[in-house]
């Protein structure tokens, strides 16, 4: 299994800056997730992060509100941009584990407060 | 399409007593299905897992049994502990993809 580590852990940020969240893993991977959980919601998947391409993104979520970098195989990060109270959730990044049968392994989570 | 529905919670249950949360799905194929658990203030921790059908996964004293038949992946313990409470989701993964339950809260009280 992948250990995955976060930063910040939790932030509160003015409304209209950004914010850039670090997702580090502790072993090469193909693909990183980028999650968002909002106060007492299920988790809603941003985007799929692919090493050396564009990110995909779901429906609902743009490429200007939440541009992903993902330099190498272990290390991606998510910044949500122009931030509004709106903004406020916990975002997630998880990677899937393909030597075995098929799941993902998630990282603690940065929770973001917009005031 | 792929889906999961899960029992909406909150569930509140005294110590020792016997917990179900259920889970049913909706799927194309053969997926695999987990239950993962949120603890307070932490992220999603995979608890159990099962990759075909009537696989059992297990552990901590939960266990969920893949029935094709009945597209059910119930979560059952047979006695809660305090240390219990969190918010557990179901899921299911098929493809490229990971789908998840709306999340059942479970509070336990001593």
């Known amino acids: 299994s992948a250990v995955i580590s976060q930063k910040p852990s939790r932030d509160i940020c003015q409304r209209g800056t950004s914010l850039t969240i670090q997702c580090q893993v502790d072993?090469?991977?193909?693909?990183m997730f980028w999650y968002r959980q909002q106060p007492g919601q299920s988790l809603t998947l941003i985007a799929t992060a692919n090493q050396g391409s564009e990110a995909t993104y779901e429906s609902g979520f743009v490429i200007d509100k939440f541009p992903i970098s993902r330099p190498n195989l272990t290390f991606s990060t998510l910044t949500v941009s122009n931030m509004s109270p709106e903004d406020s959730s916990i975002y997630l990044c998880?990677?899937?584990?393909?030597?075995?049968?098929?799941?993902?392994?998630f990282g603690p989570g940065t929770r973001l407060t917009v005031t | 399409g792929n889906s999961v529905t899960q029992m909406e919670g909150p569930v509140t249950l005294s110590e020792e007593a016997f917990l179900t949360i259920n889970c049913t799905y909706t799927?194309?194929?053969?997926?695999?299905l987990f239950w993962y658990v949120q603890y307070p203030g932490e992220g999603l921790q995979l608890l159990l897992k099962?990759?075909?059908?009537?696989d059992k996964g297990s552990n901590k004293g939960f266990e969920a049994t893949y029935r094709k038949e009945t597209t059910s992946f119930h979560l059952e313990k047979g006695s809660v502990q305090v240390s219990d409470s969190a918010v557990y989701f179901c899921?299911?993964?098929?493809?490229?993809?990971?789908?998840f339950g709306t999340g059942t809260s479970l509070t336990v009280i001593p």
């Open positions: 099962a990759t075909k059908a009537d």
């Open positions: 799927a194309t194929g053969y997926p695999s």
């Open positions: 998880s990677v899937e584990d393909r030597a075995g049968p098929y799941e993902q392994y």
């Open positions: 072993s090469q991977v193909t693909m």
């Open positions: 899921a299911l993964s098929a493809g490229n993809q990971f789908y």
